[in-house]
């Protein structure tokens, strides 16, 4: 038993490969035991007294299969992560829980897209439910670069050589925050925007987005997002106006980020570790395996299997 602490030990902070290399013995083997200590020693789930929750999709190997990731957005603990991103993936998180744990919980943030939300409203009926920034700022970048490609397009049809190669290749210009592009970047940026009005305007809206998203009291996001929507939906660009609408039947779902102060700090220093965790296991073929090595990643330094150090 001795010998299998030691590898989980090493798991945690090597490769699996240069681990099983440090002990003279194969990966699967090196994996295996690293699963048996993981599933031994480390501590369950408390699911009690939860008050807010994150929820969000993990493309996984190169096949992009998907899991569903449920953590506690206030300590950052990984409780479930399910194969699939579909609406049973979710439901079998709270198909966990009493109704008395249900009842503690104030609120969900998700993502306004996908199963997930129908998902919380039919398990959860007293539950509000906030949508994150950061799938709202990716669902409008989504919008902003096919208004691009379109320009691109439509230049192209034009015959506008000089017009098509000045917009192709700004996708991440447009995108990207103005004060991280190098001095080329924004000049480059600056040219086309001065050049194609349409983009112009998407672009002032990507940072009047950004700006709504990061207010930190209700009335002000509440406010702020109006005069967006608003804003958007006087631009004249139908796929704008289109998102402005979608965003204000949901308005106070957005604002929930704020008043219940769920940060996306959680989630993407979360995201970071699943990043790692799976370059550095070269994909997880074994979900299982996967939810013991991100949930021991998650917790906090005393509880990671702690009888590694006895």
Known sequence: MRLLRYAALLARDLPNTKAAALLGVGDTRLRNWDKAVLAKHLPKPNLDNIRFLMVDEKAIGKGHDYVTVVLNAETGELLHCHEGRKKESLKAFFDKLSNEQKACIKAVCVDRLGAYVRCIEEKLPDTEIA????????????????????????????????????????????????????DKQQARLDELLAMNETLNKVYVLVEDFRDVLSQKYVGNAKNYLQMWIDTAMSSGINSVVKFAKSLEKVSAKIVNAVRFHLSNGRMEGFNNLFARLIHRGCGYSDNDYLYLKLRQASLPEELKVPALQK
């Open 131 to 182: 949508f994150d920034k950061f799938h709202l700022v990716q669902n409008f970048n989504t919008v902003v670069d096919k208004i691009r490609r379109n320009e691109w397009n439509n230049a192209r049809v034009d015959k506008d050589d000089r017009k098509a190669k000045l917009i192709k290749g700004q996708r991440y210009n447009l995108l990207r925050r103005p004060e991280n592009n190098t």
